[in-house]
């Protein structure tokens, strides 16, 4: 089997607020979703929102889950005015801005925020990974 990414859980504080601030963010709820568990189209992945505790349990990872582990969602946009604006929609929605996109050393463009439950995304447009129509990078072989 080739290894894939098909979803992204997130564990959150609040399953109805996260959902709220996801929506806001412009993602849209499946109606496979449910009362303890948010599903969202985010591109070639699903997004799932599931309650922290739930999560940390059901992963039998209670012992190694102290935080976020250092991890960062990314949003790859096709130029600098669209970081811009999803990070003005990201802070519009609740985010905490981390850091406001700014040009960066690899020769792109990125920002990073947080959504209410802490989890960090990058926003970033990188020049040398170009995107297809549905918005997918396509990384050089």
């Known amino acids: 089997m080739r290894p894939h990414i098909s979803m992204i859980t997130l564990g959150v504080g609040d399953i ?19 009362e303890a ?3 969202m189209q ?3 992945v699903v997004l799932g929102l599931f309650g922290r505790d739930a999560l940390k349990d059901d992963a039998k990872a209670d012992g190694i ?25 990201a802070e519009a929605a609740g985010a905490h801005i981390l ?4 040009k960066v050393f690899w020769g792109g463009y990125s920002g990073y ?4 439950d802490g989890h960090a995304w ?9 995107l297809d129509e549905t918005g997918r990078v396509e990384l050089p072989a």
């Open 122 to 130: 990058e926003v970033a447009h990188n020049p040398f990974w170009p």
């Open 99 to 102: 850091k406001p996109a700014e």
């Open 65 to 89: 889950w102290t935080g976020n582990g250092g991890t960062a969602i990314a949003m790859n946009c096709a130029d600098e005015a669209q970081v811009d604006a999803m990070m003005a929609q």
């Open 37 to 39: 568990v948010t599903f």
């Open 16 to 34: 109805a607020d996260a959902t709220a601030f996801y929506e806001r963010l412009g993602f849209k709820r499946s109606s496979q979703s449910q």
């Open 42 to 44: 985010a591109g070639a």
């Open 113 to 116: 925020f947080a959504d209410p």
